[in-house]
């Protein structure tokens, strides 16, 4: 598996061969469809995140009243999930593609089907369906409601109209679609198993899946997160990561100090993984993390869409106000 | 029908997927509105037919007038005496009367009526042309459908279940320019998003249905659960088998299509090996699938699944909910396989991962208080040895199953997978039993646990939910009630009604103590009454919807009674005993509110029997008789004996109250008197407050 990969286009390796599209074909599809509806495509945010939602090109963007279009890979950690690589459907590692449009345009569920048909989705041979599923994220102080989207039964998308963000309304509304990278690719595929997902497949038939790609991974990660993890570290780690959160929006800069919120999500995340976190206490770190979120939210309001997070008056009068 | 001073009047708000719970309700709402909004405007209008699917709401009116009628309305005001003065100028009164129907004082006329001068105001409503004013009118329902929950999107403030998209107003062949989010509402409308997306024209609004259906469209619910349950019906014919429909989930799926096409999946039998709820959890509440059972009610391996997409694309449909299910079921089985590893005991050290309430700790907590209250319980049932042993060991091992992965996937089968877990683990039968039937009574109505060892740790948990919220200060509010304790309450009551032989009053002291001991810090006397009153509350609530009386529950509880078996088996038997001879004890009610209302009790109850005439020693003979019966039938718990008793003293206390004057002159008759209605009130006070039933109370 050494041999080097010829870069073809991806239109034309879905024509020479009747195969369905490998995980990159359809991330670069994705990425493809989406850049031609306007939106910027971003490289994964490096950080570590739980969910596309928690990067700060959706969280922190979908404030203020910008227009806003982006989408973007990004790879979530949710140490808890992880399964030492046995279980075929639970990782704790996994890829989101995320769009985020803000504001919502008109015919976003259009635009939707039309990226399920960008990736070889026949959706009118299908029984394509939007299912009730509000979203909520206490830690974030944010909500919107939406649909989870079933592809003959099958949950591939979250799709959800945010409506508040850090406790802030969100004006005008974005629009967020969450995909879940694997599920839809082993749907597509029709693999039973994550890891028999086919990553690439070269032109001479060189081929990797996701095991080649993510099993030892899974291995070495589910085995650090529940065992090896060191929990005085990640106590320490937190406490110190809040303390810079505060110290860096005490300067005014949003956007570094909600890097700090994501390091305390992530060592919070691996305490909990580690089972070191009892339930009482539980419910006072995610408040801590909240705060932290909110904060960093009514920062970005003031310093950055330049409106008071108190009274939602702009701070300054804005050029070309009335 | 139609004819040229009226029309058809019909619009369509086409949205994005509405929930079909909420679609439901605002397809109700919405047929309201729109005839309360016509009427409003004084237009005319025949029927309201109201239409939806998850993508529309559509009215349909006939009939509606073109225009308004014209209206001559005449209000009569002050007589001429006060509407003018001496001098025959008009006076304040007229000047307002005037003004308050929008005229001026010239305008008003005056007219005799029964050789009475008043003044009139006669005000006319031109005819309006209706077309003019329908936008308004659809715009204001449009905006006053309430959803439980709405939202914004894009740049709009508008606020909707979800984006509304199109509009279509038409009156007849016009298009009535109604303007929402953003929109105006043309002609023009959409059917099924894969088989007929349009957009369609609607010429003539006695067509909008018949576009829309043609679009593969059907516009209403009943419709579309009629096809379900047809094709559900096929299937059953063709498989032998039945269909379970609950009707929640069958509102859902009937409300999750535009063209619902119902088809048969089916999963591999090796599946059948996992305990059958959680292969019907996962159809049902995940999936939205019914289940099919064999002739012998035994679940099957075939399914139903309700389609929205292209029939000629069934086989292809199927295929993929199947491998939803093989993946879904696969875990299932992966999970119930693991869980039964380790007995169900290993995991109840678990449950302090799992919150119960902020305060009150975790799980863990919450079940070494049911085993101890359940114990208290067991005790006061006085049961053996062996069913001690077990309500106790069913209360250690309730929630255990709640940390393990079956139910942490699907938490529909808690309790169940509880009792599986349970016996395989080599727990009794009625341990297991027990562990299963601790969540019931689920609903009102739902059967009780089976046994009493069942019951007792039903009690024991709903019962330290609800004294621990309660001193949390957690008690429900209005419509409020997270921790569901008002159903609680309910179930436990159920519980002591169908002879549970347990003391609430008892058993909540025991519950507050478990709390006091675990350090938990309240007002113990305060919350002790709080949990008390409410049980009560929820009591006479009960006793309300079985249509017993206001004041006969009144009169039985201003005896402080405390135990819900008491209360209910008391008012059902005054109920009863009003109701089967109301005279007497309408009565006797009059008769006992006047002796109380002269009750003195500082002068004791021994009247000086040589000073009493007939009537008195009549009174005085049956009071002593009735005295002893009801003490003697409240020692033996024969309520309607008591109330018997008492009944039989409405003779002797009417002769009483007819022959003498209770407050006579002579300060020694008085006070024999007062001293015998003393001793007459007394006899009741253990039975019921009889002035509370007293109509001239």
């Known amino acids: 598996m050494s041999q080097p990969l010829q870069a073809a286009p ?31 495509i971003l490289q994964p945010y490096d950080n570590e995140v739980g969910a596309g939602t928690n990067a700060p090109a959706t969280t922190l963007r979908s404030l203020g009243p910008d227009t806003w279009r982006t989408a973007y890979v990004q790879g979530c950690r949710r140490p808890t999930d992880g399964r030492y690589g046995e279980n075929p459907n639970r990782t704790q590692f996994y890829y989101q593609f995320q769009v985020l449009m803000k ?32 979203w909520e994220s206490p830690t974030l102080g944010a909500w919107g409601l939406g649909w989870e989207v079933w592809i003959d039964g099958m949950e591939v998308t979250q799709f959800t109209y945010f409506q508040q963000v850090g406790g802030f309304e969100c004006s005008p509304v974005p629009v967020e679609i969450a995909y879940g990278l694997e599920r839809l690719t082993m749907y597509i595929q029709g693999v039973d198993s994550m890891f028999d ?13 996701y095991g080649d790609v993510y099993l030892e991974n899974e291995r070495q990660y589910s085995k650090f997160n529940f065992e090896v993890a060191d929990t005085e570290f990640l106590f320490r780690e937190f406490n110190e990561r809040e303390a810079e959160c505060m110290r860096t929006l005490e300067a005014g800069l949003p956007l570094p100090a909600y890097d700090s919120v994501l390091k305390c999500c992530h060592a919070f995340n691996l305490l909990d993984a580690r089972g070191v976190i009892s339930a009482t206490e539980r419910m006072a770190y995610i408040l801590r993390v909240r705060t932290l979120a909110k904060a960093c939210c009514a920062s970005y309001m003031e310093h950055v869409v330049g409106v008071d997070p108190e009274t939602g008056e702009p701070k300054r009068s804005l050029e070309g106000e009335e | 029908m139609e004819n040229a001073n009226t029309a058809t009047l019909a619009f369509e708000i086409g949205t994005e997927e509405i929930p079909a719970f909420d679609l439901h309700k605002a397809t109700e709402q919405l047929r309201t509105l729109t005839g309360e909004a016509l009427d409003a405007k004084r237009i005319p209008h025949g029927d309201v037919s109201v239409y939806s699917s998850p993508r529309r709401l559509i009215a349909v009116v006939g009939d509606v007038a073109l225009r308004t009628e014209e209206l001559t309305e005449v209000f009569r005001g002050p007589s001429a005496a006060i509407a003018f003065d001496d001098q025959g100028a008009p006076t304040k009164a007229a000047v307002g009367f005037a003004r308050g129907k929008g005229l001026s004082v010239e305008d008003l006329t005056r007219r005799s009526v029964d050789g009475v001068d008043y003044v009139f105001a006669t005000r006319h409503v031109a005819s309006v042309e209706v077309d003019s004013m329908l936008p308004e009118v659809i715009e204001g329902v449009i905006e006053s459908i309430s959803w439980p929950k709405s939202c914004r999107w894009g740049t709009q403030s508008a606020f909707f279940s979800r984006p509304v998209r199109w509009l279509v107003a038409l009156l007849g062949d016009k298009v009535v320019p109604v303007r929402f989010a953003g929109l105006e509402a043309g002609r023009l409308t959409w059917g099924h998003r894969f088989l007929a997306a349009g957009p369609w024209e609607v010429a003539h609004a006695d067509q909008l249905l018949d576009v829309v259906r043609s679009a593969f469209v059907v516009p209403s619910e009943a419709e579309r659960e009629q096809a379900i349950r047809a094709g559900v019906a096929a299937i059953e014919a063709e498989t032998g088998s039945k269909a379970e429909l609950p009707a929640k989930t069958l509102l ?192 009102s109505g739902d059967a009780l646990p089976e ?102 529950i009144d009169a ?34 009059t008769a006992f509110s006047r002796a109380d209302n002269l009750r003195d009790a500082s002068l004791g109850e021994e009247p000086d029997r040589s000073i009493m005439e007939a009537s008195e020693r009549a009174l005085l003979e049956a009071t002593d008789v009735a005295a002893d019966a009801v003490r ?10 008591a109330l018997a008793s008492l009944a039989a003293l409405r003779a002797p206390i009417d002769g009483f109250f007819a022959e003498v004057m209770v407050m006579a002159d002579d300060d020694g008759v008085r006070t024999m008197r007062l001293r015998l209605l003393n001793r007459f009130a007394a006899i009741f006070k253990d039975v019921a407050d009889f002035s509370k039933m007293a109509k001239s109370r």
């Open chain 1, 10 to 40: 991806v239109a034309q390796a879905a024509k020479t061969q009747a195969l369905p599209p490998t995980f990159q074909d359809v991330i670069m599809n994705l990425q493809r469809y989406w850049a031609e509806q306007g939106c910027v």
């Open chain 1, 197 to 209: 997902i086919v990553w690439s497949r070269g032109s001479d038939g060189v081929t990797f899946t």
């Open chain 2, 451 to 552: 046994s009493t060892v069942g019951r007792i740790v039903a009690m024991a948990d709903k019962l330290d939910t609800i004294c621990g919220l309660f001193s949390v200060g957690q008690g429900p509010t209005g419509s409020s009630d997270p921790f569901a304790l008002r159903r609680g309450a309910i179930g436990i009551v159920a519980m002591l009604q169908a002879g549970l032989p347990v003391s609430l009053e008892q058993a909540v002291d025991a519950s507050l103590a478990t709390y006091a001991d675990a350090g938990i810090g309240f007002e113990r006397e305060a919350v002790r009454r709080q949990v008390l009153d409410f049980f009560i509350t929820r009591t006479s609530v009960m006793l309300r919807d079985e249509g017993v009386h206001a004041d006969t």
């Open chain 2, 252 to 443: 859902e799926v009937t409300n999750l299509s535009e063209y619902p096409t119902p088809l048969k999946g089916t999963f591999d039998e090796e599946f059948l090996a996992v305990p059958e709820e959680i292969i019907v959890d996962a159809m049902l509440m995940h999936q939205r699938y019914f289940p099919l059972y064999d002739g012998q009610g035994k679940l099957t391996n075939s399914f139903v699944l309700v389609s929205n997409g292209d029939p000629a694309c069934a086989d292809t449909i199927v295929d993929g909910n199947e491998r939803v299910v093989r993946a879904r079921l696969s875990d299932a089985k992966f999970f119930y396989e693991e869980d039964l590893k380790r007995p169900l005991e290993s995991y109840v050290e678990h449950l302090d991962e799992v919150v119960f309430q902020e305060t009150l700790g975790t799980m863990r907590d919450k079940t070494d208080r049911i085993v101890a209250l359940a114990t208290h319980l067991a005790a006061d049932a006085s049961l053996d040895g062996d069913d001690s042993r077990d309500a106790a060991r069913a209360a250690l091992l309730a929630k255990a199953d709640l940390v393990t992965n079956a139910v942490v996937e699907f938490t529909s089968v808690q309790g169940v997978m509880g009792s599986y877990y349970a016996a395989a683990a080599g727990e009794t039968d009625q341990v297991a039993r027990a562990i299963a039937d601790h969540y019931r009574p689920r609903f």
């Open chain 2, 556 to 589: 039985v509880l201003a005896c402080d009674v405390v135990e819900p078996a008491i209360i209910i088996a008391r008012a059902r038997a005054l109920e009863a005993a009003r109701s089967q001879d109301p005279d007497t004890f309408a009565d006797l009610a």
């Open chain 1, 103 to 134: 504001p919502s345009p008109d015919n976003i569920q259009d635009l939707y089907l039309g990226s399920l048909r960008a990736i070889g989705i026949d959706v009118e041979a299908h029984d394509v369906r939007f299912v009730e599923d509000d």
């Open chain 2, 632 to 641: 003697r039938a409240l020692a033996d718990d024969d309520y309607p004996a």
